[in-house]
């Protein structure tokens, strides 16, 4: 009976066992449902977080990268702006230049040469008979070379001239850059020492006699004013170099008044000057 009751006894906790899993499965597999939502919908905020960290990330780091590259692309356009306002300052001033030069030297062009025909109507000086065909020739071949010569020689006087032009407005921008006291728009500006500067420039500037044009300076304009700058400098440096050794010097000789006529314990006013005052008045 021992027996049959352990063995009923086995069943039944074997049965239970048996339900036990089914039950705790149903209730596993609700469980892992609510949890698996709960810690899927964690899970993906961490994920995002974490992606959204690193393309922070990324983006911090290749900012810098990426800075190099665009300030040398703004460097680039910069450059290529300066140049094509070069260009263009330097072709208004060949035109300028070309223009002045072609109304005030009033070169001859071929249309103004005489042709055969007229020549065979003229007489030779040379000769004193009117001049054959074969002279008239050559006589023009030769005009025309002399016109082509002198065309030659403007063309590159133009040039010499926008050169030394476009020199002078690069060291006067310099100065401008360099100097602000030269510069009207600065406020470190001098008027007093800017005039005294331009005066001495103006005096080295070499002249075209003919159209009045700027064709060179004889010293450099940015040597001039550098020199008259760092002179300035200088003298505004010894001047306060100066001044402190006087402010020193009087501030020693105060320390030195002051401990002679200021004993200790004599009175209770510390002043060296109020002293030396008060003892001139009752002098009186």
């Given amino acids: 009976m021992a027996d049959n009751a352990e063995i009923n006894d086995v069943k039944d906790n074997s049965a239970e066992i048996g339900s036990a899993p089914t039950e705790s499965s149903t209730a596993g597999t609700n469980n892992l449902s609510t949890d698996t939502e709960t810690s899927t919908k964690l899970d993906f905020s961490e994920e995002l977080e974490e992606a959204n960290s690193e393309n922070l990330n990324e983006e911090n780091s290749s900012e810098p990268e990426n800075r190099p590259a665009k300030d040398a692309e703004m460097r ?5 702006t300066e140049i094509r306002d070069k260009v263009a300052e330097r072709n208004a001033i060949k035109r300028e230049i070309e223009e002045l030069n072609r109304q005030k030297y009033q070169l001859k062009s071929e249309d103004d040469l005489p042709t055969v025909e007229q020549l065979l109507e ?5 000769t004193g008979d009117y ?8 006589l023009l ?18 040039t010499r001239l926008v050169e030394t032009n476009m ?19 600065s406020d470190e500006y001098d008027e007093a020492l800017a005039n005294q500067a331009d005066r001495l420039l103006d005096a080295s500037i070499i002249r075209d006699q003919n159209t009045g044009r700027i064709i060179g300076s ?34 020693a000789s105060a320390d030195v008044i002051g401990g002679a006529t200021s004993p200790s314990g004599a009175d209770g006013d510390d002043d060296p000057f109020g002293k030396g005052l008060k003892r001139a008045r009752d002098n009186r």
């Fill in 131 to 138: 001049f054959n065909r074969t002279e008239a020739q050559l």
């Fill in 218 to 251: 004889q010293v450099s304009p940015y040597e001039l004013y550098s020199t008259i700058a760092n002179a300035a400098k200088s003298a505004k440096t010894r001047g306060e170099v100066a001044g402190r050794k006087a402010a020193q010097k009087m501030m």
């Fill in 122 to 126: 003229e007489i030779n000086p040379e």
């Fill in 167 to 185: 020199a002078l407005i690069n060291e006067a921008e310099q100065v401008l850059r360099d100097f602000p006291m030269f510069d009207p728009n």
């Fill in 76 to 80: 680039k356009q910069q450059l290529n």
């Fill in 141 to 158: 071949l030769q005009a025309k070379y002399e016109l082509d010569h002198q065309a030659r020689q403007m063309d590159e006087y133009n």
